[in-house]
């Protein structure tokens, strides 16, 4: 049974694993909003997360903004976000989760906000920056997310080339 009070649904709440969700698979965040997660046995998570723990050692220390959590942040000038992901073969969907990360936190403390999305597997930083035109995408993209979490039924699986190696896998293709 979902809890009325821990579930994203009921209290409007959109994480940045949601935002990245989005942009992989709608069924995963329709999933995911529900507290259906099979992530913890995910071998690729799990890899995901020791890479987490093991990179940036001395910078480390996750930041809870609200609900929003980083993986380190920079304090100069401007703020300066740091997601890490264990390869690049989601980009898309994670650099729109730094983008959220990053319009959250522009909107909580009027400073100016960069992002640095990192692949220490690769020796990769790639610099990101909220636009104007990207800002309005981003607030597209939350109508729809809750359009996505309210809706019954979860979207229709769309063959995509990660979907063998998703935790949702036999929920969509078995």
């Given at each position: ?90 980009l898309e969907p994670a650099k729109y989760q730094l ?76």
């Amino acid at each position: 049974m979902i809890s009325e009070q821990s579930s994203p649904i009921y209290n409007n709440i959109i994480t940045g694993v949601m935002v990245q969700y989005y942009k992989a698979c709608h069924r995963e965040l329709w999933y995911f909003s529900r507290k259906i997660d099979f992530n913890e046995e995910n071998e690729n998570i799990r890899l995901g997360k020791m890479i987490h723990l093991n990179s940036y050692k001395r910078e480390m220390s996750e930041i809870s903004l609200g609900f929003v959590k980083f993986d380190f942040v920079e304090l100069k000038d401007s703020i300066i976000i740091s997601e890490i992901k264990k390869s690049d073969k989601l980009l898309e969907p994670a650099k729109y989760q730094l983008l959220y990360y990053i319009y959250i936190t522009e909107q909580l403390t009027n400073k100016k906000v960069f992002g640095k999305l990192r692949i220490p597997q690769k020796r990769k930083i790639i610099a990101v920056k909220l636009t104007n035109e990207l800002r309005k995408e981003i607030e597209r993209i939350l109508e729809e997310i809750r359009r996505i979490i309210e809706s019954k039924k979860p979207p229709k699986p769309q063959r995509k080339a990660y979907c063998t190696n998703c935790a949702y896998f036999f929920f969509c293709w078995v």
